[in-house]
Each structure stands twice: as structure tokens, then as C-alpha cells.
């Protein structure tokens, strides 16, 4: 149940701003509903009938995720129209997508606009992190969702005032499964990993790996003092996906951050 | 858990189309899942008895088809199963390999019930 207005967010994602504790979205409001919400009055009364006759077989033959997708597309459209470059950022809980959005949000929106849209399951505390860079950020709580979806990055940019020629970076909730299967309408997808995570992880969940366009290497000021074999992970990585583009930086120290920054501002640039 | 929302959006998908076809109960819905395509069929299966409660599928049984993983050589052109995402060619040992089935997601086909109640 939803705390602030009491209403049911089973399934349901919310969206909040960060200092404004009366602001609260839910996604599904005014968008698609399910057809078994709880006001539905069931027009089956099992039990009381038994149904004779015959059974027919209707040929279906869509995506599962077929809905996700086309939402997905419409938000890839609309970023396209307006300009708008979208990065979806994947990753375990703890590698360090928050961090590294610190580092390159300052120097790159006094010349271009940026917007964040933060997915977690609770709290606003990454959002009220990226506010204090003075930059537009909306928070998703997914409450017991796993992953984004297009519907909730739909809902969530209509709410921020993008502006046109601009940067949205889109932070996944911390999980290296279920996002990736979500198609969030992204321009590309970044899967961070840091050193203190196995160097095995691109074996380990392969999908995420598959579906990233680069792969960013975070944390590697600490590779002194882990058991963490790079060549050995940059190659797992690129066995899972051959087109992978891979950096190695520290958001904390700021090491290897101009090559990925440089990098950025390129794809900026060509987009 | 993302087998939650997935079974969320196939039940989602199957009572739209039952309601389409004359709001008959569902009793069987048919699915193709790769064995690359990150879905545990068994995963699915519980949380899909979860998420059709209350709608015209609460009773459908699920059919699933697990295609194996097929891999296409970028260099050769050879065509061998596959277990994951990468592989080598077993003609050429290149490692340029384009995955062209076991990815599969897709609902088929489903079967309503209809006729008269007694």
C-alpha cells in the first residue's frame, strides 16, 4: 500500500522529487490499467457453473514483452525528435552509478542540458544526491519492482521538462538480471562493474553483458588491494559481446574519467 | 523476479485477447521461450498462478516450448547449437558469432472456452 495516500502500489511504481515529500506520481495513473484491478466485478462465477462445450484455439503469436517494446520505441521517438540523448545505466547495487553521475554531470551542464531519472525500490536518496548538482531529477520507486520499464520512464520524463538538445542519463534500479531485459527507449546502455565485484561477473550474467552497449570499469584506485584480474574480466566481457566498447576509471579519485568524459561529449556531439 | 511482471503482462495480453474473441475462460495458453532468452520457465510458471488470479486465465495451463540456442558464424557461414552467448565455430574457430534462435519470447496461441454453462 502506497504510505502517502494509502492506495494500492502492488506492482506499481511511484515517482517522487527529492525535498517535496507531498509530490508523489503513481505510474499507472491516467496510463494503461490492468484488467483485473480491484473495482473489476467478476464476470465468472467459478464454482457455480461448469462450462460444457467446446474449446477453440486463438492463434496470438506476439512478443511477451511485445508491449514494453512498442512503449519503448515511442520514448525512443520522442528522444529523437527533441534531440535528447538517453543513457540507461545498469548495474549491481553499489558499483558506483551515482558516484560516476557526480563526476559528470558538473562539468558537462554548463554547456548542455541534463536531466536524471533515478530508479530505486525506495527512498529518494540517490535523487537528493543529484539535486545537489542543480540539475532536473525525478525519482522512481519501484516498491517491489526489480527493474524499469518503459512505461515508468514514459510517465517520469513528462514530469521532468526535458529540454531539447539535451543529456538524460536513466539510473536502473541496482540489479544486474532484470533490467536487461526491459527496453527502456535508451540511445545506449552502460553496464558498470567495479573491481571489488568478481572479474567473472560478464560469465555470471551474460544477458546484461549481451545487451550493454559499453561497459564502464568503476572503482579501479582499489585494485591494489583486491583480487581482481582486469585483462580477465575485459575479456569475459567481450566474449559474452564483441561490440562492447570498454573504459576503466575511478569516480572517486577521477582516474580514466577523461577518456569515458571525452567519450561522452563525442556521442554528444555526433548525436 | 522479473518473472512477476512478465507473467503480469502475458496475462495482461492473453485476457485482452479473450475479451476480443467473446470473453470466454482461458484453459490453456501456449509460449515459446528460448533457453537464451533469460526466463526460468519454472519461475514463470508460480508467479503466472499468482498474477491470473481473478481474470479469465486463472485456470490456463501453460504449454511451453524451450527452443535450443542456434548460432550463426560471422566468418563461414555454419550453423551450430548453442549454450550461451558466445561461442567459437566448430569449422572455422571464429569467434564472430551471431545467436539466431533461442532468444524466442512469444505467446503463440491460447485456447478459450466457450459454449453453454449448465
Not at chain 1, 182 to 200: H, P, Q, Y
Request: glycine share 8%; proline share 4%.
Amino acid at each position: 500500500m502506497c504510505d502517502t495516500c494509502g492506495c494500492s502500489t502492488e506492482g506499481g511504481a511511484v515517482l517522487r522529487k527529492p525535498g517535496q515529500s507531498d509530490y508523489h506520481v503513481h505510474v499507472s495513473d491516467g496510463e494503461h490499467g490492468h484488467t483485473h484491478t480491484h473495482d473489476e466485478h467478476h464476470t465468472h462465477d467459478i464454482g457455480h457453473h461448469h462450462q460444457e462445450g467446446t474449446s477453440r484455439k486463438v492463434v496470438i503469436e506476439q512478443d511477451v514483452l511485445q508491449k514494453n517494446n512498442l512503449l519503448a520505441e515511442r520514448n525512443r521517438g520522442y528522444f529523437e525528435a527533441r534531440n535528447i540523448f538517453a543513457l540507461n545505466f545498469l548495474s549491481s547495487p553499489g558499483s558506483g552509478k551515482t558516484s560516476l553521475l557526480e563526476k559528470i554531470i558538473p562539468p558537462l551542464h554548463q554547456r548542455i542540458p541534463v536531466a536524471v531519472i533515478e530508479g530505486d525500490q525506495q527512498t529518494t536518496n540517490d535523487a537528493e544526491r543529484i539535486q545537489a548538482l542543480g540539475v532536473p531529477v525525478i525519482q522512481i520507486n519501484t516498491g517491489s519492482g526489480c527493474h524499469l520499464d518503459a512505461a515508468m520512464v514514459n510517465r517520469a520524463f513528462k514530469e521532468l521538462d526535458l529540454q531539447d538538445n539535451s543529456l538524460l542519463c536513466i539510473e536502473n534500479v541496482g540489479n544486474l538480471v532484470c533490467p536487461a531485459l526491459f527496453d527502456l527507449g535508451e540511445a545506449l546502455k552502460v553496464v558498470i562493474i567495479s573491481v571489488t565485484e568478481g572479474d567473472d561477473k560478464p560469465l555470471k550474467y551474460p544477458t546484461m553483458f549481451h545487451e550493454a552497449d559499453l561497459c564502464i570499469l568503476n572503482k579501479i584506485d582499489l585494485l591494489p588491494y583486491v583480487d581482481f584480474d582486469v585483462s580477465k574480466c575485459r575479456e569475459n566481457a567481450m566474449r559474452v559481446n564483441h561490440h562492447l566498447e570498454w573504459f576503466e576509471l575511478s569516480a572517486k579519485t577521477g582516474e580514466g574519467l577523461a577518456a569515458w568524459q571525452q567519450w561522452l561529449e563525442d556521442k554528444l556531439a555526433q548525436h | 523476479m522479473h518473472e512477476l511482471s512478465i507473467a503480469l503482462s502475458i496475462v495482461e495480453a492473453v485476457e485482452l485477447k479473450a475479451q476480443e474473441e467473446g470473453g470466454g475462460k482461458i484453459s490453456g495458453i501456449d509460449l515459446v521461450i528460448g533457453k537464451l532468452a533469460g526466463i526460468v520457465p519454472e519461475s514463470l510458471r508460480f508467479c503466472f498462478s499468482a498474477a491470473s488470479k481473478g481474470t479469465l486465465a486463472e485456470d490456463a495451463v501453460l504449454a511451453i516450448e524451450e527452443p535450443e540456442g542456434v548460432g550463426e558464424c560471422g566468418e563461414c557461414g555454419m550453423k551450430f547449437p548453442v549454450t550461451f552467448y558466445y561461442a567459437e565455430c566448430p569449422e572455422c574457430r571464429s569467434l564472430r558469432i551471431k545467436i539466431i534462435s533461442g532468444e524466442e519470447f512469444s505467446i503463440q496461441s491460447m485456447t478459450i472456452e466457450e459454449g453453454e454453462e449448465s
